[in-house]
């Protein structure tokens, strides 16, 4: 079974602070893929990155970095210097493969709100 | 470039009422899912299909919701009889195996 678990639901911060979203996920397999999804309040779902299991590298695209670490299951994103336009539900998801498939398992979400 | 489309934006029926959505996947992505968003249940997985074959439709709720994939371009989410509890945000979307899964814009259904 594959779970994803995001445990903080509401983080509020000022804007130009530094912001960690945590996400912690459970899976058998030993390949898999980790996302993260940013949903604005008008609602639509935004792809943000993609991550495999066999690759370790952190990344960072702009203001965004994203830490993975296997040894403790945890795909955590941070925000640098937060704008209110980050203010969004967040979503990390996870999808095993292996499978001639690509289903994704969804956190909780983590709603942000960046006030000015 | 075209995203995935879904139609309508927004539903409002009455119980009983047979509903319709409708979704049209990035031209050519082999792989379609249904979704259903509500605050009490988060982002679920209703069914979803490979090169239109339906894969897993574990998550569709009962016999009342029922998914199609004609053709490589087309799917559809009927929920016949429809019921209050079925309000929602439902999202489709469509990926190239193995891959992200692009999400179209959501419909609201709204079941009075």
């Known amino acids: 079974a594959q779970k994803v678990t995001q445990a903080q639901t509401e983080i509020s911060v000022v804007e130009k602070e530094d912001v960690t979203l945590d996400c912690v996920y459970e899976t058998r397999d030993t390949t898999y893929y980790l996302f993260w999804y940013k949903q604005p309040p008008s609602g639509e779902l935004v792809f943000l990155i993609r991550r495999n299991s066999f690759d370790e590298q952190n990344e960072i695209s702009g203001r965004y970095s994203w830490n993975f670490q296997k040894s403790t299951s945890s795909f955590n994103f941070t925000i640098t210097a937060s704008q209110v336009v980050d203010s969004a539900v967040y979503f990390c998801?996870?999808?095993?493969?292996?499978?001639?498939?690509?289903?994704?398992?969804f956190g909780k979400g983590i709603t942000l709100s960046v006030r000015p | 470039d075209a995203g995935v489309i879904q139609s309508p934006r927004h539903e409002v029926t009455e119980m009983g009422q047979e509903v319709t959505l409708r979704c049209k996947p990035i031209s050519g992505h082999n792989s379609l899912f249904w979704y259903r968003q509500t605050m009490m249940r988060g982002l679920e997985l209703l069914i979803y299909f490979n090169n239109n074959v339906p894969i897993d439709d574990s998550g569709m709720p009962e016999d009342r919701f029922s998914a199609k994939m004609p053709n490589a371009s087309f799917s559809t989410l009927k929920i016949q009889p429809s019921e209050p509890r079925d309000s929602a945000v439902y999202f489709c979307a469509s990926s190239l195996l193995r891959l992200e899964q692009f999400f179209g814009p959501g419909t609201r259904l709204t079941v009075l």
């Open positions: 998801a996870l999808s095993a493969q292996g499978k001639a498939n690509s289903k994704l398992t």
